[in-house]
């Protein structure tokens, strides 16, 4: 049976500015400093892991060659990310802000998925699109 997602693995174009992003705007969540691991060209993997055991972990590597991400290039959409209430979706929002994020989508409710569903959306350093989100009971 699964139990949830273990990780998520994203290249990055400039990891030490990745990493910096992360930090700053989910560290004050509960985001953890990374555990390294090799991978396999050889490349540091940075896993952030989340503040609960076995609730999984983004892991930041650097690219090896130059590309341009596309949203909707087969691949990665986006990545949501669940907190636990709405006053952490504003912080996560403020932080955004402050790392020079671009925002798609400030904090606000999108009854279309879950009558509770308060979420932000914004990009990473490399455009990766960012969803941060609370809801009670909500499944998508």
Do not use: N
């Given at each position: 049976?699964?139990?949830g ?9 400039d ?5 910096a992003f ?14 390294l691991?090799d991978?396999?060209?050889?490349e ?32 990665l959409?986006?990545l ?12 996560a ?15 606000k409710l ?7 569903f ?21 499944r998508?």
């Amino acid at each position: 049976m699964l139990v949830g997602l273990g990780h998520v693995d994203l290249v990055c174009r400039d990891l030490a500015r990745s990493l910096a992003f992360y930090r700053g705007v989910f560290g004050p969540l509960g985001l953890e400093e990374p555990a390294l691991f090799d991978g396999e060209r050889g490349e540091k993997i940075h896993y952030l892991r989340f503040p609960r055991a076995g609730s999984g972990s983004i892991g930041l590597r650097q690219a090896l060659e130059e590309q341009v991400f596309e949203l909707y290039a087969p691949g990665l959409h986006h990545l949501a990310l669940a907190v636990e209430t709405r006053a952490d979706v504003d912080a996560a929002h403020a932080a955004a802000v402050e790392a020079g994020a671009e925002v798609l989508h400030a904090p606000k409710l999108w009854p279309q998925y879950h009558p509770d569903f308060y979420a932000t959306f914004f990009l990473d350093p490399d455009g990766f699109r960012l969803e941060v989100a609370a809801a009670r009971d909500a499944r998508l």
